[in-house]
């Protein structure tokens, strides 16, 4: 599991304007800026810049289509983070079923 | 993004702590290898059989009640113990490097996506 990935992932969508076109986004399948900034109070160069911000990411794949970028959603770098989860709450229940042993080893003696 | 846990062990919060703040008791639950000075802004380096390393430093630390680890990748681990009817409360939350957006990227990382 590579923490760099999930941080960007995080810091991506830490902002409430990025997880609302990432929504949008899903929502439609793909997009563009222009459609985006149309449905949404914000200017097309605000959201072209937060959509490369997601890209860069990984959040989002980016496809020219004519003179437009199209965006849609990946989902694997969520799945990163719900994997790290799994990892890391796998982690600590070994990790406290060790310190039961060793608390229980220590009452014993 | 965070990982919670809780589990209340059958012993005294004392010796709970010496086995959370001890380098030695650290080596037979948590990592292989560990040197840890156990005091606020103290180090703490964790080896693993395996070839990893973590280090940390101790940002928080409240005898017997509640220690703090700031991991070097930003992570961070908070250790609280209370004292129970049938020994020693330990409760864990380890929180995701990038921590911030926790409560809100959770929840929506569970809303399907359409």
Do not use: C
């Not at chain 1, 304007?17 to 149309?38: F, H, K, P, Q, W």
């Amino acid at each position: 599991m590579d923490a760099r990935r999930v941080d960007a992932v995080f810091d991506a969508l830490g902002d409430p304007s990025r997880r609302t076109l990432v929504r949008a986004i899903a929502a439609r399948g793909d997009a563009t800026a222009t459609e985006l900034a149309s449905e949404l109070p914000v200017t097309r160069q605000a959201v072209a810049k937060q959509l490369l911000a997601l890209a860069d990411a990984g959040l989002l794949r980016a496809t020219r289509s004519g003179r437009e970028t199209r965006y849609a959603v990946t989902p694997e770098p969520l799945g990163d983070a719900v994997d790290w989860m799994v990892e890391v709450g796998a982690a600590w229940d070994d990790r406290l079923a060790r310190l039961g042993r060793t608390l229980r080893g220590r009452g014993a003696r | 993004m965070e990982v919670e846990r809780e589990v209340v062990f059958p012993a005294a919060p004392d010796e709970v702590w010496e086995a959370l703040t001890e380098a030695e008791r650290l080596e037979e639950w948590f990592a292989n290898d560990v040197e840890l000075d156990a005091r606020p802004g103290g180090e703490g380096v964790f080896r693993w059989d395996d070839g990893e390393e973590r280090h940390a430093v101790v940002r928080e630390l409240e005898e017997e009640r509640r220690i703090v680890f700031d991991w070097d990748d930003d992570g961070q681990t908070v250790i609280e113990l209370a004292e129970v009817e049938e020994g020693t409360l330990v409760h864990v939350v380890e929180t995701a490097p990038g921590f911030g957006t926790a409560l809100e990227l959770s929840a929506f990382a569970w809303t399907p996506v359409a």
